[in-house]
């Protein structure tokens, strides 16, 4: 599966600073004028020292990481909740798996807050807002429709329309109080009903804090306050990130680039720790692949019957699956090959309800 993630947040708090670091881009910054700026779009590939291991095993000819699309979308600062984002940014936003919410907490004087104080809290409810309205924007206008639509209805289509209604009144009624949706307690057929809506309160969400290079070593007076208001909300992750020293880092070779984290005591980039918690949230999974031609990872749901993951491979490995061999990556590297692997008993078969597991490595026997 193809992950996107929207990068939000006001202007001049390191947006697109973070973007260009996590995928290499070389967008323009610190030029907003007070309208909203354009939406760059990139590709970041995840850091995973599995598929280099598994890589330097196989020695393939193409080696192939995971792969997230980031999407920076600038927003404009609105004197009124709900005049903040334009159609155009909400439609790229409706269109993410997961937000990106970047708040600031560096205090560089010469870089202009649109709020005055720097006040990473208060940035992070004024965005929420933003969202809860339109939200709130897509639920009314859908219950005006279906007003007229029910009068028609009939039998199984009305009773449908019903269950929208109400389940989009229990929506509205949360938006209104200013919670949102992801803090409601929906089931699973309500979760269904609202899924073409693409609610973005109903996102997970990963608060990035961008510091000022004195914090980072010790950053937990900043981020206490931060983790508290995230804490109040479900499905929201705090991630603290320096960008002007990721910046730093990213024209270092590795090898120095490591030092460095070092002395910081950082054991991720900020790529590999926003990475990490993207998949955390949205329960994601890698499985990979090998071979002599290419050793590569997959992003697939945590639990994927085997058969629906072959599919993420080819959709000819779905439609004709029988089983697949399975292992963990660390006892394939053990064994040293697939071949010896079998010999040693313990590459296992699973058939097509086998629920897939992160880290495996798998090889799919199907019919043409």
Avoid at 126 to 137: I, N, R
Wanted: glycine share 8%; charged share 30%.
């Amino acid at each position: 599966m193809n992950v996107v993630s929207a990068i939000t947040g006001l202007p001049y708090v390191g947006k697109t600073t973070l973007f260009n670091l996590l995928t290499g881009g070389h967008a323009k910054t610190g030029s907003f004028s007070g309208a909203e700026a354009e939406t760059n779009v990139g590709i970041a590939k995840v850091p995973d020292h599995r598929v280099d291991e598994l890589a330097a095993l196989f020695k393939p000819k193409k080696t192939t990481h995971a792969e997230v699309l980031y999407r920076d979308l600038g927003l404009a600062h609105a004197k009124e909740p709900g005049q903040g984002i334009s159609p155009q940014k909400l439609g790229d936003l409706r269109t993410a798996d997961a937000i990106v919410h970047v708040v600031r907490a560096f205090r560089d004087p010469s870089v202009p807050h649109v709020d005055g104080s720097i006040d990473p809290v208060r940035d992070l409810a004024s965005v929420e807002l933003e969202l809860l309205f339109a939200d709130h924007g897509v639920v009314e206008r859908r219950l005006e429709r279906i007003e007229p639509e029910l009068r028609a209805a009939k039998g199984l289509e009305r009773e449908t329309k019903e269950r929208e209604k109400a389940v989009l009144a229990k929506a509205g009624a949360a938006l209104a109080s200013e919670r949102p949706l992801r803090d409601v307690d929906f089931d699973a057929d309500e979760r269904k009903t609202m899924r073409g809506f693409r609610f973005l309160t109903l996102m997970p969400t990963l608060a990035v804090v961008n510091l000022d290079e004195v914090d980072v070593a010790s950053p937990d007076a900043i981020l206490a306050p931060v983790r508290k208001a995230a804490s109040a909300h479900r499905a929201t992750s705090v991630i603290p990130v320096c960008a002007k020293i990721e910046a730093e880092m990213a024209e270092l070779s590795d090898e120095e680039a490591a030092e460095f984290r070092a002395e910081l005591g950082l054991v991720e980039s900020a790529l590999e720790r926003l990475v990490r918690a993207t998949y955390e949230l949205l329960g994601l999974c890698s499985f990979f692949t090998t071979g002599e031609d290419e050793v590569r990872a997959w992003t697939t749901p945590c639990g994927t019957p085997a058969q629906q993951a072959a599919g993420a491979i080819h959709s000819d490995l779905e439609r004709g699956f029988i089983r697949a061999e399975v292992i963990k990556w660390d006892e394939l590297l053990k064994a040293g090959s697939e071949a010896n692997a079998k010999k040693l008993g313990i590459m296992r078969t699973e058939g097509k309800t086998y629920a897939v597991q992160d880290g495996e490595v798998f090889h799919v026997l199907f019919n043409v």
